[in-house]
């Protein structure tokens, strides 16, 4: 399969890659995945987890602050607003929880072939040790929905929700954290069946640890450089053990954890900013690789964001802007994927996204992202999927509903959905690629 000229150019949109190499005509490998992300918490609707307390508990402080902000008047037309108090509670989310079957009818449209969910914790496991059947029933029928459609699934394991029992037993700093996330883990993987390829153990431990454990915004709110690495610690042995489990089920699995990754560069040249940078490299791509060195059968980056670093770690955005303030530059893609390179290893961009509620980036966001995958590809990284976060807009943590990430918008009201422009660019680039191979 080859890639023409023209469908490079479309790929890149007018503006190809400063340095792309036209002469480089090489291919997405056949069978590449391409597909969007949501999490069970951000999407389903109904749960009841350490979130959701927190949310109720916080959800009228979050507005007040919200009201305190300046913001432009697109983003106040938001249902709900940011200034409003719904806006931060989960709630039904975009009641996926029992819409899942139209939403992947949407992803099919859109010309996914694969899709990435995770399993909700407190759903299975809502007691400590009672499990809930007809939960792992739901989950079943979802993978078989997946499956109906030709969308490959890529089930994760734990996207930062916990069930209340575990919270109240110390949650991820609970000394017995990898005892109870094996159980659960070595229920999912029984039930859901053997024909399940990718798993994600654990989504983004480096950016859950730094909000949670170290600048303590998010659930359980804790500032404290021994929690947070403890954590870490814990969280390591909980992916080495269910590593193991999905193996002694299904022996030709593919197991990895799924990290967040983000271009890092010296805000100014010299050596104490180069170091800040070095430093911020070394937590978000390599401290927990090397945790969890031997059991990982391919590398999952989540990449958003460019972030200039000045010491002793003054993090900023600069450039191009999504609404939430991240920088936008997709030639940090190309770097990151060449740097993981060394690796030796398969790579899957499980997320890739903006929060944009005008849809009037995010056709070139994606059309530039995967013009400098593409060209990372071409010198030599083994990527084999990108999944966009995400397919629906939908419940962004602690800022609520008003981020809107999605290929498809949500009505939260009427849970309508609605397909953006952007999503069939998207569409338009898989068919492109797909249909020449
Ligand atoms: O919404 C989150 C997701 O849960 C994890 N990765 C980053 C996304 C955007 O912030």
Request: charge should be positive; charged fraction near 25%.
């Amino acid at each position: 399969m080859g890639l023409s000229t023209p469908a490079l150019e479309a790929l890149c949109g007018n503006k190809p890659p400063k340095s792309y190499n036209k002469t480089v005509h090489s291919s997405f490998l056949k069978g590449f995945f391409f597909g969007a992300a949501t999490s069970a918490h951000q999407v389903e609707g109904g749960n009841r987890n350490d979130w959701t307390e927190w949310e109720v508990g916080n959800a009228d402080r979050l507005a007040a602050e919200a009201k305190k902000r300046s913001w432009p008047e697109f983003l106040l037309k938001n249902d709900p607003s940011p200034l409003q108090k719904e806006n931060y509670i989960s709630g039904k989310a975009c009641d996926h929880y029992n819409r899942f079957e139209e939403d992947f009818d949407i992803a099919k449209k859109l010309g996914h072939n694969a899709h990435r969910f995770s399993i909700e914790w407190s759903r299975v496991e809502p007691l400590e040790g009672r499990f809930n059947e007809k939960e792992l029933e739901h989950y079943r029928n979802v993978v078989h929905a997946l499956r109906k459609r030709n969308l490959e699934p890529f089930v994760t394991l734990w996207h930062w929700t916990i069930p209340l029992w575990l919270k109240n037993k110390g949650g991820l700093e609970s000394s017995e954290f990898q005892i109870y996330f094996s159980r659960y883990a070595e229920k999912v993987v029984g039930a859901l069946g053997t024909d399940i390829t990718f798993w994600i153990t654990l989504n983004e431990p480096n950016a859950l640890v730094r909000r949670a454990y170290i600048e303590g915004d998010w659930p359980p709110c804790k500032r404290s450089f021994l929690s947070a690495f403890r954590v870490l610690l814990y969280l390591a042995r909980a992916h080495r053990a269910a590593y193991q489990i999905i193996h002694k089920h299904i022996p030709r699995a593919q197991v990895g954890w799924s990290s967040a990754v983000r271009y890092f560069k010296p805000a100014r040249k010299n050596v104490l900013d180069y170091l800040s940078t070095m430093t911020a490299r070394f937590w978000s791509e390599k401290f927990f690789l090397l945790l969890t060195r031997n059991e990982n059968d391919y590398l999952a980056i989540q990449y958003y964001r460019k972030g200039e670093v000045q010491f002793p770690l003054r993090i900023t955005d600069t450039g191009d802007l999504s609404d939430i303030g991240w920088a936008i530059h997709p030639e940090g893609l190309h770097f990151i994927l060449k740097r993981l390179s060394r690796y030796k290893k398969p790579i899957y961009i499980t997320e890739n996204g903006l929060a944009d509620a005008r849809d009037a980036q995010r056709g070139e966001f994606i059309r530039n992202h995967l013009a400098w995958m593409k060209k990372a590809m071409d010198e030599g990284a083994d990527v084999r999927g990108y999944f966009h976060w995400s397919l629906l807009d939908n419940f962004e943590w602690s800022s609520g509903f008003w981020p809107r990430f999605g290929l498809v918008e949500v009505n939260y009201k009427t849970f309508k959905r609605k397909i953006r422009p952007s999503a069939l660019v998207y569409k338009s680039i898989i068919e492109k690629d797909l249909s020449s191979s």
